[in-house]
């Protein structure tokens, strides 16, 4: 196995490989090459800079150039935008942001632009490009939130109260309110965090996550901690989430941390019963024992006595795998009540 990026971080060694890379893509490592593409994507050009490369590469290639960079700068900078201080009426700003670093003009947001990192370069309006990776609709049966949106604005959104309620009490309850209004949906989702909410969300309601190349259905996409169905230089776009007929979610939190400890998502639907429990293994996975038993007695009763085993769970100072496994059958209790 190649060695990682960060393993080989000195000066020298980086300037070497950089040299390497800009005389020929392909000789350096697919680890390098991935770190100096999104080097060089995010960066900001001076407007000097921006003119002459807007003079020497033909409109459609810098436009298309243009919008690699906004993609991606909203992708690892959104969060710097977020609203946190109740004294004040506006959110700060971050001119990386901004069109005009990117040297995008007001009157390009009417342009159709398209980028290999958003829909699989699907031309559309520059608007409707950024209003999607924030925005949060509902698309007749399920509702699909761009992976930008915040955990605040998924908790407040009436599109996703109305349709999925317990996926909005889920996102209210992350973190704390800093947390809730920088965090992203696209973030949480993509890292995997074994104490994480939305992944038990993701796989309880059989969502489709939507990258920058791919639909991934919600079974395949987790595949370890934190480990993902992510390609390198694959983007999370968005997620899909199915409209069903219940669907509730319950957690045992730390109480310093907020982190899971064991959580259960419940939901029933067209396709049958799914069980997902979060926070106790070092990956979110499906409980079939209490999904057969559910789809036969839609009740707290029927997950009562099936007890989760505790092999393979997580265990630390926080609790042991014992304890993570009795939570799992208490939580899926509550999960199947708050669901109804």
């Not at 995010?42 to 906004?70: F, I, K, M, Y």
């Not at 915040?150 to 009436?158: K, L």
């Not at 992510?230 to 219940?246: D, R, S, T, W, Y």
């Not at 070092?282 to 029927?302: G, H, I, T, Y």
């Amino acid at each position: 196995m190649s060695q990682s990026v960060s393993g080989n971080w000195n000066a020298d060694l980086l300037e070497q490989n950089y040299a390497r890379w800009k005389q020929d893509t392909d000789s350096v490592t697919p680890e390098w090459k991935s770190f100096f593409e999104g080097f060089e994507l995010g960066l900001t050009q001076s407007e000097e800079l921006a003119e002459g490369v807007r003079a020497a590469v033909p409109e459609d290639a810098a436009l298309e150039r243009r919008t690699d960079s906004l993609v991606y700068n909203y992708r690892t900078l959104g969060h710097t935008i977020a609203h946190l201080d109740p004294l004040s009426s506006a959110a700060p700003e971050n001119p990386l942001l901004s069109l005009k670093s990117i040297g995008f003009t007001e009157s390009d947001l009417e342009r159709t632009v398209s980028t290999k990192y958003f829909r699989d370069g699907q031309p559309m309006l520059l608007r409707e490009m950024i209003a999607e990776l924030r925005g949060i609709r509902r698309e007749g049966d399920k509702v699909v939130i761009g992976a930008l949106a915040r955990h605040a604005e998924v908790a407040d959104s009436d599109a996703v109260k109305a349709a999925i309620p317990a996926l909005a009490r889920l996102a209210g309850t992350i973190g704390d309110v800093q947390v809730r209004n920088r965090g992203t949906i696209g973030g949480s989702v993509a890292n995997n965090d074994p104490a994480a909410d939305y992944p038990a969300a993701v796989l309880g309601l059989g969502a489709t996550v939507v990258t920058s190349k791919r639909r991934i259905a919600a079974d395949d996409f987790f595949q370890g901690m934190f480990a993902t169905a992510l390609e390198p230089g694959e983007l999370l776009v968005g997620i899909e989430f199915p409209v069903l007929e219940k669907a509730g979610y319950a957690k045992m939190k730390n109480p310093a941390s907020r982190y899971v400890m064991a959580g259960v998502f419940v939901s029933r639907g067209p396709g049958g019963v799914r069980v997902a429990v979060n926070g106790a293994g070092p990956c979110v996975f499906r409980q079939a024992a209490m999904e057969k038993a559910l789809a036969a007695n839609w009740s707290p009763d029927a997950v009562a006595g099936i007890a989760q085993p505790a092999d393979g769970l997580n265990s630390d100072i926080h609790g042991s795998a014992e304890y993570r496994a009795h939570l799992v059958t208490v939580m899926a209790k509550r999960a199947v009540a708050d669901a109804g």
